[in-house]
């Protein structure tokens, strides 16, 4: 393989090219004729921003993204923008795409948060059916009061976790899902471990 000297713009512009469409870094490195050392050092400058690449790279000539689907590659460049702390639009013009894209996309503040949400719900339901149904009954003791204030402000934030208006609490096992009665004899379990 021939060893090239010097990296251009216009080889950055073509590595991110087909490293975003889901192109192995080892075959960009036979494409573009770079060993694949070299092709890993280039993406790594923009997984982790180092010398503000992210910030300060500037397209010469590169294929639009707008509106394709993600590929696993982009969601990792993601990860890694994000972890050193890259803003939406300088993540928007290494990957070719709309600022609103990177919002809504893989790993988004918006999906991370109703992950967040869904836990904090199921973590509700499951201290309930620890209060009301079960027959130990741990009360105030297995979670402290402002914490279930917190959870309970959460839903009610969110809406409520049961579907009812006021979210009542439920009496009869069954009402409950499966997973939420894990939840709560795992808890339970923690909670007497932790005595």
Not at 1 to 27: C, E, I
Not at 119 to 126: P, Y
Not at 159 to 183: C, D, F, M, N, Q
């Amino acid at each position: 393989m021939m060893q090239r000297t010097s990296w251009t713009k216009r080889d950055t512009d073509k590595m991110l090219d087909l490293f975003l469409s889901g192109v192995n870094p080892a075959r960009i490195a036979v494409k573009m004729g770079w060993c694949h050392a070299d092709i890993n050092r280039q993406l790594n400058r923009f997984f982790n921003n180092e010398k503000d690449r992210c910030n300060t790279y500037t397209a010469i000539r590169r294929t639009s993204r707008l509106g394709a689907k993600w590929t696993e590659n982009e969601s990792e460049l993601v990860k890694g923008m994000r972890k050193a702390g890259v803003l939406a639009p300088a993540m928007a013009n290494v990957l070719a795409r709309r600022s609103k894209e990177i919002k809504d996309g893989p790993g988004s503040g918006f999906h991370s948060q109703m992950k967040q949400v869904a836990v904090s719900a199921d973590l509700l339901e499951a201290y309930q059916y620890l209060y009301h149904v079960t027959s130990r009954n741990p009360g105030p003791g297995v979670i402290p009061d402002d914490e279930y204030d917190q959870l309970k402000e959460t839903e009610q934030e969110f809406g409520p976790v049961t579907g009812h208006e006021h979210s009542p609490p439920r009496k009869k096992v069954v009402e409950y899902a499966p997973h939420i009665r894990e939840l709560a004899g795992y808890l339970y379990h923690k909670w007497l471990e932790s005595k």
